[in-house]
């Protein structure tokens, strides 16, 4: 803001008072604005704002000290500081009288030229310190205006970054869980079809009979059955948990790594569960399932990505604690070194159709939202992710 020019009220009934004041007070870097009346000084006094009031106490229909007393009872110039300029008192009472009216100093007559220039020297100063210091609180309101609508709106942003992440996260799962579904219908629609052939050949060669149509149509109930539950099994884990419950690890470890048994069994991939006891955890059991997919599905593609004749993954679940432990450890080589700071980052990836996302997302799951942690290592001859969130009632 522009600084203004400061003002110098003086108030005096007497035209050659008024003189001498502005005279003394000419090379003051201010405006001198002169009221010859109390009434008169509380009228410039609503239409300006003075640095500092000179006010002569001996005035006729109103005095100084009412003048004084007005101006500290009114918010608009209640801070403005005032100084009587008088003619000398042989006691206190008076100068007394004006410190209760509002004055903060007295200038007594015939005037010292120097003493009058030092002291409105001061208050202006203090004038000017505090227009300095209206205009940084001004600056920095405006400052604090503008960092709210920016915090605002990248508020705004990273919750609708956040909310198309955990969309795409859940899409490329999606897409994962579809792959995995297809191999695994593989072979109950494999057997459905020899079914139908057998069902066919008893028919062309005048074998078929009751029993054998009753074993055959219960045979391809249960194997429809199986793909059934299979698609129910995808439909529940994408359910969006609204509140947290306890869930067993066993349970999530087993239910995933059933949706991967036909991808793992056609890739050569051996998996080995470790669990002493069960563990019951508490969390989003959906979303740690999408957790548990994520990272087993980048195990399975390390080890394709190698051409490794044999893929081993070793699961341990533990409790430490008041932490329910998942460790899920490969032998696909391990994370290079340069690699590893960055694997949790989103949209960061090594594979040529990956999303970038789904370990961000599985850090988010584990640690924002689970109050967990995720992390990962290079172990021997692979990678080794740990995965610990809170415990839950109901363990042994």
């Not at 803001?1 to 009220?9: D, G």
């Not at 005279?23 to 405006?31: E, G, I, M, N, T």
């Not at 300095?132 to 609708?160: G, I, P, T, Y």
């Not at 563990?279 to 990272?295: C, D, H, R, S, W």
Request: glycine share 6%.
């Amino acid at each position: 803001m522009t600084q203004e020019r400061p003002k110098i009220l003086i108030v005096d009934d007497v035209p050659a008072n008024l003189v001498v004041l502005r005279k003394l007070l000419a090379k003051v870097p201010a405006d001198i604005i002169s009221a010859s009346s109390g009434n008169e000084a509380l009228a410039l006094a609503l239409d300006h704002e003075f640095a500092l009031v000179l006010l002569d106490v001996q005035m006729p229909e109103m005095d100084g000290y009412e003048v004084a007393e007005w101006l500290q009872s009114e918010e608009q110039t209640r801070g403005t500081p005032i100084i009587f300029v008088t003619a000398a008192y042989k006691d206190d009472v008076h100068r007394i009288t004006g410190y209760e009216a509002g004055a903060v100093d007295y200038i007594e007559k015939p005037i010292e030229p120097a003493i009058l220039l030092s002291k409105v020297g001061v208050f202006l100063r203090l004038y000017q310190q505090k227009q300095l210091l209206a205009d940084a609180l001004h600056q920095l309101e405006s400052l604090n205006e503008n960092l709210e609508q920016r915090v605002r709106s990248e508020v705004h942003k990273n919750l609708e970054q956040e909310r198309i992440l955990v969309q795409q996260s859940r899409l490329a799962a999606m897409g994962e869980m579809i792959g995995n579904i297809a191999h695994q219908w593989r072979q109950p629609l494999n057997a459905l079809g020899l079914l139908l052939a057998n069902i066919k050949d008893a028919n062309d060669f005048g074998e078929l009979d009751t029993e054998q149509i009753e074993n055959s149509v219960a045979k391809g109930v249960q194997l429809i059955d199986k793909m059934s539950t299979t698609i129910d099994d995808f439909r529940n884990f994408f359910k969006p948990n609204k509140e947290k419950a306890t869930f067993s690890l066993r349970k999530a470890v087993q239910d995933t790594l059933e949706i991967l048994a036909a991808t793992f069994r056609n890739n050569n991939i051996a998996v080995q569960v470790e669990a002493e006891q069960d563990v019951v955890a508490f969390g989003f059991p959906n979303e740690y399932f999408q957790v548990m997919l994520n990272i087993l599905n980048n195990a399975k593609d390390a080890m394709l990505s190698h051409e490794m004749r044999r893929g081993e993954i070793r699961i341990a679940i533990t409790r430490c604690g008041e932490q329910a432990e998942v460790t899920i450890r490969d032998n696909a080589g391990g994370i290079p070194e340069d690699i590893l700071p960055k694997i949790f980052d989103p949209y960061f990836t090594t594979r040529e159709k990956g999303t970038g996302i789904g370990l961000y997302m599985s850090k988010i799951i584990i640690e924002n939202n689970m109050g967990g942690h995720l992390n990962v290592r290079n172990v021997e001859d692979g990678a080794e992710f740990s995965v610990t969130c809170p415990v839950g009632e109901g363990n042994a």
